[in-house]
């Protein structure tokens, strides 16, 4: 199994605060934003796009890139600032996000965005795509792998569990979903919604390869993705525990934070915060 060298590890991690910042600054731009799930799933994106996927900025639309589809499609401040950093767009981009004109509006749009290679829709349906993806480079003899980020939330959704039987029983083994378990959605907690017990266990009952570990852990989650590239036969999902908001302390001190503003004063906070702890890594 690869892992990680410390060297890498603490790359990416840096990676993962520049992302924060760049989210940031991009939701402090338009005065709001989904800042709890765009900042659970920032490790997430730090491996993905930092590590592992098979990409070119230069070249967005290659054919043999990796694909990525963002199913929780609101949290897209997080992936704009991914993109950003990678050199997909200029930085300056950010300030515009949710303005007229923009290439970054408020859910991904793959015809507005270079990088972006699914348009959300209603929550669930992203699943759907990311399966049609790694099926058509089956048909079509494709090298890409598909990755995609599911809300646990979302998970609420019957179409996520439709795909979940349909790859399974088709062993589409070129998929690797993440489900971002921050255990919190719109209206409140996950589990007083509809509360679905253990996800992990769920999608290990419909076939899949299924882990289930730390989301804010760069060498766990990298580790996890390598398990689920080696394995054959049946997709694989990763459960990542996470904290809403994480990396933010206001948001994370709100409890409750789906959507929430970011004023001058918190913003500015919040980047010392984050350069601190770059500088904290580096040392």
């Known amino acids: 199994m690869k892992m ?30 989904h800042i709890g ?14 590590k592992v996927m098979h990409i070119d900025p230069k070249k967005p639309r290659m054919a043999d890139r990796d694909r990525f589809v963002l199913s929780k499609g609101h949290c897209g401040p997080s992936l704009y600032a991914t993109l ?6 200029p930085a300056e981009a950010l300030t515009t996000m949710n303005q007229g004109g923009t290439i970054l509006p408020s859910h991904v749009d793959r015809l507005k965005t270079p990088g972006v290679d699914y348009s959300a829709g209603s929550l669930g349906t992203g699943i759907s795509v990311a399966v049609g993806s790694a099926v058509g480079a089956r048909v079509t003899g494709g090298s890409y792998r598909t990755y995609c980020i599911v809300g646990d939330g979302e998970c609420d959704e019957g179409q996520v569990w439709e795909a979940a039987m349909f790859c399974a029983q088709h062993k589409v083994d070129n998929l690797t979903v993440l489900i971002d378990y921050n255990k ?19 999608f290990r009952q419909f076939g899949w390869y299924a882990q289930e570990i730390d989301g804010h852990d ?39 934070c ?26």
């Not at 799930?37 to 930092?50: I, K, T």
């Not at 950003?84 to 767009?89: A, D, P, R, V």
Request: aromatic share 6%; proline share 1%; hydrophobic share 35%.
């Open 4 to 33: 990680l060298t410390s060297q890498e590890k603490k790359e990416l991690e840096i990676f993962a605060c520049e992302i924060r910042k760049s989210t940031l600054t991009a939701i402090h731009s338009c005065g709001m934003g």
């Open 37 to 50: 799930g765009a900042m659970s799933m920032v490790e997430a994106l730090a491996v993905l796009y930092g």
């Open 84 to 89: 950003s950093l990678k050199g997909y767009f």
């Open 184 to 202: 919190q959605q719109l209206d409140g907690w996950t589990k007083d919604i509809c509360d679905l017990g253990s996800i992990t266990e769920k």
């Open 218 to 256: 760069i060498g766990a989650i990298y580790e996890a993705i390598e398990n689920s590239k080696a394995c054959k036969g049946r997709p694989s999902v990763i459960v990542l525990n996470t904290i809403k908001g994480k990396g933010c302390s206001f948001a994370e001190a709100a409890g409750l």
């Open 258 to 283: 789906h959507h929430l503003p970011c004023s001058d004063e918190q913003y500015e906070t919040e980047m010392k915060l984050l350069d601190e702890k770059i500088a904290k890594i580096r040392a």
